[in-house]
């Protein structure tokens, strides 16, 4: 599943990148290093990690299975 959607994440995250540097918060050094695959790959990772983790308390705290 986490390799399914990381290549979803990374093309969102390079979209919010190119928007931010559009608007002007974010400066082309900074944008660039978002844009890195390296970071990217980390910044997805983050977050399918905190996505589990909140589904895995959402559902515990319904009563959900765990």
Given at each position: ?66
């Amino acid at each position: 599943m986490t390799n399914d959607i990381q290549p979803l994440l990374r093309i969102a995250l390079r979209y919010l990148a190119m928007f931010l540097m559009a608007k002007g918060y974010f400066s082309e050094e900074a944008g660039a290093a978002l844009l890195d695959p390296a970071t990217l790959t980390a910044i997805s990772g983050l977050i399918v990690a905190l996505g589990t983790e909140i589904w895995y308390r959402a559902a515990k705290k319904n009563g959900g299975k765990t």
